[in-house]
């Protein structure tokens, strides 16, 4: 994710902007740049690559010496990382900075196009800059509330007019900002850590809110351009914690970004409520020649296709195997010229995924990715991919980047059963929008939290748990077992609820605990039955399903309710949150390092 910062005072701004820049490093960025107001003129400088690389640029080439000016670390979403896309966008008059994605940017460009604007990246922050230009005659607080009128989508920007040299304005909506207070220097940035070396006292910048900061000023209004007055806040936090955002852990902070995460993902794949795919060369031409899918990865992201396989297979009515990354390099897959094959990985650098993307590649089989990290080798090297956008995911155990690989899952599904005819063009349509409510629905759902603690404190002490379900629940129950494995260090197990009776169910006694997962109305009364089961062998039982269902002690020992989505193919997506939260603070109770679990790495690099 992008990060923001804004200086204006009296110390050397490109150093302070470097420096503010570094304490953001870790919501990951691929370039960097500033813009500076040397001599009254702005000045741009800007790289793809680390602070170092902009660093040692400045050394060999100009570093604008000046005490006002905005910088920026880019996490690529339009275009890709390099010098031209990085920021600051803009021109002599106006250049800016912006974390998040501007939705309507291809009518505002088409718009610019025919007022004579050109554009050289691929951004969408360019066609800010070109606005605030446009609309741009002498005042820049109306300017600013103008072209927010028109933009939408999300954004944190920092602004500076050549006109006001010793003035940093900023604007937000959906994407965060907060404005530092120093003495004889103020600040803007995209989070608490940037501005802690210089000041702990801060403003909070709410929706559609405009700051103008001076050396020894700073003025709030609102899109009317009258005056906010705002409480100041002050941090007591550490660096360390003010990264995690006054979270615990990163592996909170990141489940609770999971509606961003997704909104970000899904947003720039949807054109009037249909799937658009289109932007990653996938056509409906090219999607109708597969006959077979394979999907293949490793941990969470296998889970991930799990849930794909039986969406597709539901929707499109093709069949797809999905694969163990380590599994199917070895076992001699049969692969024909008719076949996709569907990496999924976070990284994007998974040793076995790659080798599984190198063989198909040897096959001439189709690959697609679908990959978090921007410009990692398995992007690189397949023939298409999707990029997720969850912004870095810090914490070894992976929840955000597990939910957005899942909306790519179901917007690919969409598209696919679209293009083969499978569902009609309403279907679709009315798919792709409910999708497009799911980050609303995890903000309701992350409500459980309390709950999910609750059933934690339940589980603290367990030997070993069983997870059940049917169909997708089945699942998803896959990604709920290794995210307590591998944090609590509790010994669970996913089973499909109907196979128990084949084997497992030897092992129910009063000391075993039962988290059923039941969501599925169709399946639901036959997982209540297992439930009956288990219960009646002595088990404890969490029931997790959706609200309104209610159960009585002798079926259920504990329940966490969901919010209800209009079609039970996507309530993975929502169910997947008390899961990771039941993981999390079992993990917590027990005193495990959360975001570093033993013997684990965030990246699997070697076989
Ligand atoms: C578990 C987890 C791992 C990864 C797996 C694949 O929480 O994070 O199971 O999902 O190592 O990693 P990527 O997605 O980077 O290929």
Request: negative net charge; proline residues 7%; glycine residues 10%.
């Given at each position: 994710m992008c990060g923001i910062v804004g200086y204006v005072g009296e110390k050397d701004c490109a150093d302070i902007l470097i420096s503010a820049l570094s304490k953001l490093e870790y919501r990951g960025y691929d370039s960097a740049g500033i813009a500076v107001f040397e001599n009254g003129k702005i000045q741009v400088e800007k790289t793809k690559g680390r602070l170092k690389d902009l660093e040692e640029k400045l050394k060999a080439g100009h570093k604008p010496v000046g005490h006002c000016g905005i910088g920026h670390t880019r996490w690529a979403t339009?275009?890709?990382?390099?010098d031209i896309n990085?920021?600051?966008?803009?021109n002599k008059r106006v250049s800016v900075v912006h974390n998040g994605i501007i939705e309507n940017y291809i009518k505002l460009k088409a718009f610019l196009i025919k007022k004579g604007y050109e554009f050289?990246?691929?951004?969408?922050?360019e066609i800010v800059a070109k606005l605030l230009d446009y609309y741009y005659k002498g005042n820049p607080v109306e300017t600013i509330a103008h072209v927010i009128s028109e933009v939408e989508g999300s954004y944190g920007l920092g602004i500076v007019f050549a006109?006001?040299?010793?003035k940093v304005f900023a604007v937000r909506k959906d994407s965060p900002l907060i404005i530092g207070a120093g003495e004889n220097e103020n600040f803007i940035a995209s989070d608490v850590p940037a501005i802690l070396k210089y000041t702990r006292d801060y403003y909070l910048l709410e929706q559609n809110e405009i700051a103008v900061i001076t050396k020894d000023n700073i003025e709030i209004f609102d899109i009317h351009g009258s005056t906010i007055e705002k409480e100041l806040q002050h941090a007591n936090w550490d660096e360390e914690a003010a990264e995690k955002g006054g979270y615990e852990h990163f592996m909170l902070k990141e489940i609770h970004e999971q509606p961003t995460a997704l909104k970000t993902t899904i947003t720039p794949r949807v054109m009037e409520n249909m799937p658009f795919l289109e932007e990653c060369g996938i056509t409906s031409d090219m999607l109708n020649r597969f006959q077979k899918i394979y999907i293949v990865a490793c941990g969470t992201a296998m889970h991930a296709g799990v849930v794909g396989k039986y969406v597709i297979e539901k929707l499109a009515r093709i069949e797809v195997t999905v694969d163990i990354a380590s599994e199917f390099r070895y076992r001699e897959p049969v692969l024909t010229e008719n076949d996709l094959v569907i990496l999924i990985s976070q990284?994007?650098?998974?040793a076995d995924t790659k080798a599984v993307l190198r063989l198909a590649k040897e096959s001439h089989v189709t690959t697609l990715s679908i990959v978090?990290?921007?410009?990692?080798s398995i992007a690189r090297e397949s023939d298409f991919v999707i990029y997720t956008h969850?912004?870095?995911?810090?914490?070894?155990?992976?929840?955000k980047a597990y939910s957005v690989q899942l909306s790519i899952m179901y917007l690919f599904a969409f598209q696919l059963a679209y293009a083969k005819g499978e569902i009609s063009k309403e279907r679709c349509s009315e798919l792709t929008k409910m999708l497009t409510n799911i980050p609303t629905l995890i903000e309701k759902t992350l409500e459980v939290e309390a709950q999910c603690q609750y059933v934690a404190s339940k589980l603290v002490n367990a030997d070993s748990l069983l997870y059940i379900g049917r169909g997708l629940d089945y699942a998803l129950s896959m990604e709920g077992s290794l995210k307590l494995k591998e944090i609590s260090y509790i010994h669970s197990e996913a089973y499909a609820a109907g196979e128990l009776?084949?084997?497992?169910?030897?092992?129910?006694?009063?000391t075993m605990n039962i988290i059923a997962v039941a969501t599925q109305d169709k399946l639901f009364d036959k997982t209540i039955s297992n439930v009956k089961e288990v219960k009646a062998r002595g088990a404890r039982v969490i029931l997790v399903c959706k609200e309104g269902v209610e159960m009585t002690e002798d079926v259920a020992d504990y329940m966490v309710h969901v919010p209800k989505v209009?079609?039970?193919?996507?309530?993975p997506l929502i169910t997947a949150v008390p899961l990771q939260l039941i993981a999390y603070y079992t993990s917590v109770l027990r005193g495990c390092d959360v975001d570093k679990p033993r013997n684990l790495a965030k990246s699997v690099t070697v076989e």
């Open positions: 339009h275009g890709e990382p390099s990085s920021h600051p966008h803009g050289i990246s691929e951004t969408d922050t006109d006001f040299p010793d990284s994007g650098e998974t978090n990290v921007k410009g990692s969850a912004g870095p995911e810090i914490s070894v155990a992976s929840t009776k084949h084997g497992t169910i030897s092992l129910v006694t009063k209009e079609d039970d193919i996507l309530m």
